[in-house]
């Protein structure tokens, strides 16, 4: 599910997904052919994506899924059911027509609203998004802290009384077409109806990292505006399980209040869901299974980049 699939990870792949048929096989079926039923295509089939990566590409770009989203996609544009093949033959066909169109004469339908009311281009992919306070407000301890550390390592000395008031902002659209959201805005919503967007990808003091975002912001440093966000980290993750389940279990601490930190916000590279961790406390005890969450990233996103799809922008209060 990856766009970009470096040799040394096929290779890894390959000997995991060989090593788990082979061993399938041999505990279940013992290779003898009146148990060949047991070897479902599921089982097998793992064994060979590695090299048909190497040889057609990542299986994101080819795989049923985008086949089956056309499927529904057209299915859902059938209105003579009295006829229902003609009509889809014909629904497929305009698609056809239509997107051969697009790729001729890329700017036949230019996008209605690229930044909406309010918003704010800063370049390179990003815009600021409304809601954003009406005046420059307060900021908590911590928060206020981290600006005034981040005013004085980029030079800038501040009065040691010296409080900062803010223009908080809420969201943020980012290069790969999600938006990323904030605490300041998604804590006054009932869990019930929250999918939370506030966790991100960072890219921090060179390494990758993950943030929950306080609230945007665009500050004058040097006399000039500089969009940045507010944020507490998380800690590494838990190298040991992360091995031992083949890297694909991410967990990691929450730092909350000792990890507040300032960071430029084009060093946002992705929303993420973090979730709570509630397996994490079955094998381990060391302070931090209260308040540990895992990792899930959403695939595809450099593929929706390059093909322009844009995340729909609903207004927030």
């Not at 080819?62 to 059911?81: C, D, F, M, P, V």
């Not at 890297?247 to 993420?272: C, E, F, P, R």
């Amino acid at each position: 599910m990856q766009e970009e699939i470096p040799p040394s990870e096929l290779r890894e792949s390959h000997e995991k997904l060989t090593e788990f048929s082979d061993d399938f096989e041999t505990l279940y079926c013992q290779r003898r052919a009146d148990r060949l039923h047991f070897v479902r295509p599921s089982i097998h089939t793992p064994s060979h994506m590695p090299f048909e990566t190497a040889r057609v590409g990542p299986g994101i770009i080819y795989s049923q899924w985008a086949l089956e989203r056309t499927i529904g996609n057209l299915r859902e544009e059938i209105k003579q059911h009295s006829n229902a093949f003609a009509n889809l033959s014909q629904r497929a066909l305009r698609r056809c027509q239509v997107n051969v169109l697009k790729a001729m004469i890329p700017d036949l339908e230019p996008p209605e609203n690229p930044f909406p009311r309010g918003s704010i281009d800063l370049a390179d992919g990003y815009v600021l998004l409304t809601a954003m306070d009406g005046s420059p407000r307060g900021v908590d301890e911590f928060e206020a802290s981290a600006i005034k550390s981040y005013l004085q390592d980029v030079g800038q000395q501040m009065p040691d009384e010296w409080a900062p008031l803010v223009t908080r902002w809420s969201r943020v659209r980012l290069p790969n077409s999600q938006v990323a959201r904030s605490a300041w805005k998604e804590i006054l919503k009932p869990i019930e109806h929250l999918r939370a967007a506030r966790n991100v990808k960072i890219d921090y003091e060179g390494r990758t990292r993950f943030a929950e975002v306080h609230f945007y912001l665009s500050f004058k440093v040097a006399g000039v505006g500089k969009p940045l966000a507010v944020v507490s980290l998380y800690g590494e993750h838990h190298h040991q399980l992360y091995i031992d389940s083949s890297k694909t279990y991410v967990t990691m601490q929450h730092l909350g209040n000792s990890a507040v930190q300032v960071i430029d916000i084009k060093s946002i590279q992705s929303v993420v869901m973090l979730a709570p961790d509630e397996q994490y406390a079955r094998d381990y005890h060391d302070g931090s299974e209260h308040n540990r969450y895992f990792l899930m990233e959403k695939p595809g996103l450099k593929l929706m980049k390059m093909l322009g799809v844009e995340q729909e922008l609903v207004p927030e209060a």
